[in-house]
């Protein structure tokens, strides 16, 4: 939803603008651009459905739980962020990951 909006406020700001030909064609195709997309630590684009494995011990917020290295995650999903990913692990645990800690099985 907050992408939409901002989709609108920018083509309605560059309708209104008079620029330079070259110039709105550049804005126009960062429009179409899909903007950030989620990244594991070695720069692969990360799909939804795809399994991760955490390359780094990673503190659990609000508790005293840590996901050790080696995890792997299974059939990610994608959410707004493009930084962060979730999927199930040990044992059915549903959780938010960072991309960046993450490596592409």
């Known amino acids: 939803m907050k992408l939409k909006l901002l989709y609108t406020y920018l083509q309605n700001t560059l309708d209104m603008m008079y620029v330079e030909e070259d110039v709105k064609e550049w804005a126009e195709k960062a429009l179409l651009s899909d903007g950030e ?29 840590v996901i050790k290295q080696g995890t792997v995650i299974r059939g990610i999903s994608l959410g707004d962020d493009p930084r962060l990913v979730s999927g199930k692990a040990n044992g059915g645990q549903s959780m938010y990951v960072i991309a960046e800690f993450c490596r592409k099985k």
């Open 37 to 65: 997309k989620p990244r594991d630590i070695n720069g692969v684009e990360l799909k939804k459905g795809d399994d991760v494995t955490v390359t780094k011990d990673l503190p659990v917020k609000g508790t005293n739980q």
